[in-house]
Each structure stands twice: as C-alpha cells, then as structure tokens.
C-alpha cells in the first residue's frame, strides 16, 4: 500500500507492461487455436475494456473458453490497475504542488530578518548558493515559474510573482526583510524594483545591479543603498589576473574565502588591489599607508611586480607603484584623505 502511495509513476509504468504482457499472451492463445491475429487483438480488446460487444467467432471448445475466462479475469483486474495508477500520476503532482505552496507560505509568513533576491539569472543562482553557504535565510523572487522550479529544487525557498509590485513585495514580507537584492538583468525593472520597495521599507539595505554607466545615478536616487556593476567588476577582475595573479590566487584560496565570510560578519572586506603609478600611497611603507588611512585599511600581504609575494609584510616596508597589495578594509570605506579616486585602482580606493 505504502508503495502504491509513493510511486505512481512506477505503478503506472508496473501497470501497463501488466496489459501489455496480458495482451499479447491472449492474443496469440487465441491465434493458436486457429483464429486470424486481427479476430484475436479485436475480441481480446473488447475483452479486457470489458465493452464485449459480441464473440467473433464462437467459443466452442473448453481451451477457449479457458482462455477467455483468464483474459477477463486478468485483463479487467490490469484495468482497474492501470485506471486506478493513471488517475494517481495525475492527480499526485497537483496534490504535491498544493501541498509545497500551503508550506513555502507557512514558510514565508514566518521569515524576519531574511533577504529578497529578486531575479534568478545567472548572477541570481551564484548569489544565492553564496547566501546559502552563509547560513543566510533568503527568498526568490521571480516571474519564471521554470527558473523558480530550478529554485526549489536546490532547495531555495520561491515565491512567483513580478517583484516590481507592491503586493507582492509585501508577500515576500519585504517589511521585515534586511535586504534586497535586484539582480534582474534590466535595469529600468531594477529602477522599479528600488522604488516600491524604499516605499514599503525605509530601513532596509538595497543592493542593485545597473548594467549601463547612467544608472547608477538612478538606482541611487530611487533608494538603492549600493549599485554593483557587474562589467566594471569583471574588467577589474581581469586586470587583477592580468597584472598579479599570485595575489589573486592567494585570496581565492579556500582558507581565505572563509577567512572573508568572516571578516563581512564584523563589516570587514578582503581585497586585493593594485597600486596606480599616480597613486598617493606609491613609495610609503605600510606604516604610513595604514596610518594615512585613518585605520579604514590594513595591509596584509604584497605582491612585488617580480613575483615576490610578501604574506607579512613589516610596517618599514615600502609599497612600489605597480605592486599588488590585499587588504582589509572596512565595509564601505573611502580613504580619508583621497575619497575613490586617488588611491589604487583597478577601483581606485
């Protein structure tokens, strides 16, 4: 019984090699006492559906009768079967369905505290596997029912709807939520997204995606808490690969990716970044590159142009434009002295 509840797909798929197999076997009993293969697929059709207009040919002998009683007994037994497993796979994945929306909104209707990410694209799917590596409790939202299928079955909690109304940003409980991501890959929706849901929550932490230059300005005005650009974050990645792999590698490793998702806990990030030949910092020690910031960075390994890598390097020194430096700075941070656009790029911070 627990099995014909569990599988209906096995029991359909059981059922019908059943018929199958009653089928043929009937068919060619009846072919082997002397009736044509047609006379005998058509009388043990109307056999086993139980439509029994009238016998083709009479049933005379004690085989055919034998026969044709087992046909009736198996072959109607196997249809009730196979009714019986058809109307389950069909009515099985509606029930499941129902019942996982009853749950995903008992789920939702409890969430505080949690985050939307709105858009399950590319960049949508890594962050949330980032966000689930964190511990984090989080959300999607999207109007794909295939991409929330895909969700769902990595475990994420889903919810369908277009995340540019505010219906259904209040679903997603957005007033208790700490922060949004807008990830779909539209900026004017992302623009939309920001604005109903600053609306609906004045506190919460907004981060958005804006493709184009001109709409960062945009996402800022309607109430983003920060832009992220993913183009100008791959051209930076890139330079980074380009120009010193070693420190890159060194922040990539596994050790200090878990180094970095502790340091965001205390607002801290982990950086590496090169130095501009018309850097402030070019030719200061470390001492003094710390000290200049005002306590906002920390310098924690070098990566001389040669290859050189430096994991501690003293406070005396000297940090040469073109070297690669990693860093901790604090969440946010602009140098007090410089702001963004003097320090070392490929941001310039």
Partial sequence: MKSFVDSPARNLIGGLIFMVVIITCATL?????GWS????????IITVFTVGYDEVHP???PELRSITLATIILGCTGMIFLTGALVQFITFGQIQQLLGNRR??????????HVIVCGYGRIGQMLAEELKAGNIEFLILDREEAKLSEAAARGHATLLGDATDETVLQTARVEHARALACVVPNDAVNVFITLSARNLNKDIEIIARGEAASTKSK?????????VEPTHIGAERIAQLILFPRSVKLTDSSHMRMLGTGLRTLGLELESQSVAMDSPYAGQSVEAIEHGAGGTLFVVALNRRDGTTITRPGPELVVEAGDGVVIITRAGRETPQHGPAHGWPPRLA
Wanted: no cysteine; glycine share 8%; charged share 15%.
């Fill in 59 to 61: 049933l005379l002998t």
């Fill in 29 to 33: 009993a009846f072919t082997a006492e």
């Fill in 219 to 227: 996402l800022l005005r309607a109430g983003a808490s920060a832009v």
């Fill in 37 to 44: 293969f047609s006379d005998s697929f058509y009388f043990v």
């Fill in 104 to 113: 995903m909104k008992t789920q939702i209707g409890r969430m505080r505290g």
